[in-house]
């Protein structure tokens, strides 16, 4: 077999070298540290985490719970490590940061199938996977530029908030595109792609005065840099004169309120994220607010007072691919598909979503060096779904994504009851999991049971 190389020694690219040479090839593992630093990492370990120390959730009610839930199914040794490492934090799994590092960092050194090779790498492997997260070097960014073409690598991230469409009060946002002229691709009017919440001038001066109070994130020293008018954070316009956000995102013009017939003061619009409708982004709302902050002030907006957040919105630096605008499905170079990318190059967001495309990536590229086809999991797990919005997502307006419910597949009869609907989610996933696996013979442990009173009965 060929020897492969995989790029970058963070979560991602540490689980990919390990699933490859547990699988049988031979791995080079190329981590740029310490011979050149970052701003972010503080020692040479594989596998350092440079923010929070917790993955979130491991309930699978949870989204984040759902998904590592479908990556121990496949032994990933990320988690392994993140359980060697726990600490107390409740439902939450959170790591003493050096354990943690440390455990992923002697179990990739001690593989016989893996050499370890420090120095920065400037060019695309083939075969190979390339995962070296939101601060890949000028030298490697710029061999992936030329690659994909100047539109093909982002290096500023300004994410808005998602919001889901069951908690949005319908009877008080409205569809309508502004004029009513605003097209789909194929040119038919599509007023449906945008929810608008009214706000009176009363709402919007005590939305003004939440935004201008609202506590902030401090920047780290690696994402402190000056922003761009187009990623302008939402509370930054409202400090500049109490009439911005009026004349820029919030602007009323071309929309009425159909429950008034007259224009609003000012709108909060929302786009569809996803096209069954079921993510909605807020147009122009990038923050440097704090989650609490956010929740707080942006349920203010009227329609949103019981805003179910799918992603908080960000602003930082970043560096990540265009997924569904240049690579293929299964994230490789369209025209080299054992050239593959995973972790948050590829525009996922978070510790576990990373990783997560980390192993997906080996297994794929395990198959094509062994003559078969690139396989996805099925949209009803979360591990397929987050993948169907790399491929499927806008790409004039493709952003970073978390892990959340809004991507699965929507149950054919759900029940109205949250908590049910979300186990009956995971006993599905996990079920259609394992089918999958099995048809494709991909190594897969069976999974514990969701809850002991939940059956994976017909929940499509």
């Given amino acids: 077999m060929a020897l492969i190389h995989v790029v970058g020694g963070g979560l991602a690219g540490s689980e990919a070298a390990f699933q490859l040479a547990e699988r049988g090839h031979d791995v080079v593992l190329h981590e740029m540290r310490p011979v050149r630093g970052t701003p972010a990492h503080q020692t040479d370990r594989l596998a350092e985490l440079v923010c929070s120390n917790t993955f979130k959730s491991t309930e699978v009610t949870n989204a984040h719970g759902l998904l590592k839930a479908e990556m121990r199914a496949f032994g990933c040794l990320v988690l392994e490590a993140a359980d060697a490492a726990r600490v107390p934090a409740g439902s939450a799994l959170a790591v003493d940061r050096e354990v943690f590092s440390a455990f992923v960092h002697d179990r990739v050194h001690a593989h016989p199938r893996i050499t370890v090779e420090r120095g920065e790498i400037s060019t695309l492997p083939t075969p190979g996977i390339v995962a070296t997260g939101p601060l890949t070097s000028d030298a490697l960014a710029g061999a992936i530029r030329e690659r994909l073409g100047v539109t093909g690598l982002a ?21 309508q595109a502004r004029w009513d002229k605003e097209t ?23 939305f003004i005065d939440a935004l201008i109070a609202a506590d902030q994130f401090t920047a780290h020293a690696f994402d402190d840099v000056p922003y761009f008018e187009g990623c302008m954070p939402v509370e930054e316009m409202a400090r500049r004169g109490r009439e911005t956000l009026r004349h820029g995102p919030m602007k009323p013009v071309g929309l009425r309120d159909p429950r008034t017939g007259t224009r609003p003061w000012a709108v909060v619009q929302l ?41 908080f919105g960000s602003i930082h630096r970043n ?35 990373s990783t997560a495309t980390g192993l997906l990536a080996a297994v794929n590229l395990d198959r094509l060096l062994r003559g078969e086809a690139a396989v996805l999991p099925p949209t009803t797990t979360m591990l397929g779904a987050l993948y ?73």
């Fill in 155 to 175: 290096f500023y991230d300004a994410i808005a908030p998602v919001v889901s469409a069951e908690s949005i009060d319908h009877t008080v946002a409205f569809r």
């Fill in 184 to 206: 789909m691709a194929g040119g038919a009017a599509d007023g449906g792609a945008y929810l608008n919440c009214p706000m009176s001038r009363e709402e919007y001066d005590a």
């Fill in 271 to 311: 786009r569809r994220e996803d096209t069954a409708g079921r993510m909605w982004n807020l147009v122009g709302f990038q923050t440097r607010m704090r989650i609490g902050e956010q929740q707080k002030v942006i349920r203010m907006i009227p329609g949103l007072a019981e805003a179910e957040f799918l992603r």
């Fill in 319 to 353: 560096s990540y691919l265009n997924a569904p605008a240049t690579l293929a499905p299964h994230l490789a170079l369209r025209d080299a598909p054992t050239t593959l990318f995973a972790g948050q190059l590829t525009g996922v967001e978070g510790y576990t979503e």
């Fill in 388 to 460: 169907r919005y790399l491929r499927e997502a806008d790409p004039a307006h493709f952003q970073p994504m978390n892990a959340n419910f809004g991507l699965i597949d929507e149950l054919s009869d759900p029940p109205r009851d949250k908590v049910v609907k979300r186990e009956r989610y995971a006993a599905r996933a996990l079920t259609d999991l394992q089918t999958w696996a099995e048809a494709h013979r991909v190594p897969f442990r069976v999974p514990e049971a969701v809850r002991p009173d939940t059956s994976p009965q017909d929940v499509r």
